[in-house]
């Protein structure tokens, strides 16, 4: 029965079929009742009653007041369809079309809110594609920041740059890869089995972190001795203390610490955090630290073979003298030998006063000049015995075997006299055509027993001529 009334009803009917009976309603009935009216009235000979025009009257205001009733209601749905489609376009996708009818102002409605639902889920992969999008940048352009700090180091490197100079800069590209993260290299040191830190940056009490780690304590420690990478994050399962020390003293929630390893044993590590929250080091990350990483260990290696090789070059290149590394170790062999068979062994400082001063004023070119005739004039004073070398920029030192401190201090005030006489520049100013030259003496073993303690008295001689120089001038 339901069924019957509902194919009667008007509601399941398309709205061209709606429109049509709207129109039947408003126009064309009421048209033909107003004839049926008029002949009734206007030719009363027709009518039978006037009780018959009254109902016919009231019939046909009926009519057309139903014909209104079902324009309005095919009309307001597709005037409310309209805001809400313009609301939809001027931005707001949440919203939707209310649905409640089977028409096609229904299936209008329901296409617009699966065109608002296509519009959403496109903004959305839009957005998605967008946060990707940047994400790739931000990895394109830290990976060229990288690239370009690898060079840089690589040409310092390359060109025998200061370790402390090159360690320095790798830190500062390293804090850089994830904005400002604090980062601390430390190296090896053999001697006292520990890791010295030498760069520190981006920590909030720098001056605790400049105290060594010893090697096998804590996870620094434990991470150089194991030559072992340790990496603490979102995903790290147990939080053991050794974890929770580290985080105190260095002041991060996450951090990766990344040994240089030289021959499969630790010459120092990394250390680089941050205290983000659910953070996790991915794969490239960890890669590129590790690059790093590598660039510190040719460094370091690098570092340590140009030390062994100006330990092995035994002249110096301006001066063709010894050099302090050799002489250091000849005058311990001359000290050693002269216990041995009870003779004397002297040991003379010479430095050039105001050097500094000559070299600002006539230029570094006539200062290394001066030093190559004051090197050959010194050699010039000496016996095959001898050694002199070139022991600091302005400084010279004699080794003197079987030669007691009245026999050196004869031969050095001679070679004194003769270098304050030399005519260093006879183009110079007055008091830059000589150079004053001040000395310290000592001999073993009166003054010392080993290497060390000679120069250490000479050079305290050396000061107290300086301070005797200055008060005759």
């Known amino acids: 029965m339901s069924k019957f009334f509902k194919q009667l009803s008007l509601v399941p009917k398309p709205l061209r079929y709606k429109l049509m009976v709207a129109f039947s309603l408003m126009s064309i009935i009421p048209l033909l009742l107003t004839i049926y009216l008029a002949t009734q009235f206007v030719f009363p000979k027709f009518a039978s009653e006037m009780a018959s025009i009254s109902i016919a009257l009231v019939i046909t205001i009926f009519i057309a007041l139903l014909g209104l009733y079902l324009a309005k209601e095919m009309i307001e749905p597709i005037v409310k369809m309209a805001i809400d489609a313009k609301r939809i376009v001027g931005g707001d996708l949440e919203h939707s079309v209310e649905v409640s009818r089977e028409d096609e102002i229904g299936d209008l409605g329901r296409s617009l809110n699966l065109m608002a639902e296509r519009i959403r889920d496109n903004i ?18 830290k990976k060229v920041m990288a690239l370009s700090g690898l060079l840089q180091i690589g040409s310092l490197i390359s060109g025998g740059g200061d370790l402390k100079i090159i360690l320095d800069l790798l830190a500062d590209k390293i804090s850089c890869l994830e904005d400002s993260n604090p980062t601390i290299i430390m190296l090896a040191n053999e001697e006292t089995n520990t890791l010295d830190p030498i760069s520190i940056l981006n ?11 010893l090697l096998g304590h804590g996870l620094i420690g434990r991470a150089a001795l194991e030559v072992s ?18 985080r105190k003293v260095y002041e991060v929630k996450n951090a990766i610490i990344i040994p240089f390893v030289v021959h499969k044993k630790c010459s120092g590590i990394m250390l680089t955090g941050n205290n983000s929250n659910a953070y996790i080091y991915n794969k490239d990350d960890i890669e590129l630290l590790r690059v790093f990483t590598k660039q510190a260990t040719i460094a370091v290696e690098n570092d340590t073979l140009i030390k062994k090789a100006g330990e092995l070059e035994v002249a110096d290149e301006l001066t063709g003298l010894y050099n302090a590394s050799y002489i250091k170790e000849r005058l311990e062999e001359e000290i050693k030998r002269s216990m041995i068979y009870q003779r004397p062994c002297s040991f003379i400082l010479l430095k050039i006063e105001a050097f500094d001063a000559y070299c600002n004023e006539r230029g570094r070119m006539a200062g290394e000049a001066a030093l ?10 000496l016996t095959p015995v001898d050694k002199a070398a070139r022991f600091a920029d302005e400084e010279f030192v004699i080794v003197l075997p079987e030669r007691n401190k009245r026999e050196a201090s004869a031969i050095c005030k001679e070679i004194t006299k003769n270098i304050e006489e030399l005519v260093i520049d006879p183009k110079a100013e007055k ?11 000592s001999e073993n073993p009166i003054d ?3 290497g060390v303690e000679l120069i250490l008295e000479a050079r305290n001689r050396l000061k107290e001529s300086i301070v005797q120089s200055k008060k005759q001038a």
């Open 372 to 381: 190559k005739r004051i090197a050959k004039l010194i050699s010039s004073n």
């Open 124 to 141: 959305s992969e839009l957005k998605n594609y967008g946060e990707k999008t940047k994400e790739i940048n931000i990895d394109i352009n």
């Open 448 to 450: 010392g027993a080993a």
């Open 229 to 246: 990478d340790i990496i603490i994050d979102a995903n790290t399962e147990e939080i053991t203390p050794e974890i929770e020390e580290l």
């Open 203 to 213: 920590f909030k009490s720098p001056e605790i972190l400049k105290r060594p780690v």
């Open 431 to 441: 008091k830059w055509r000589n150079l004053k030259i001040s000395t310290g003496i």
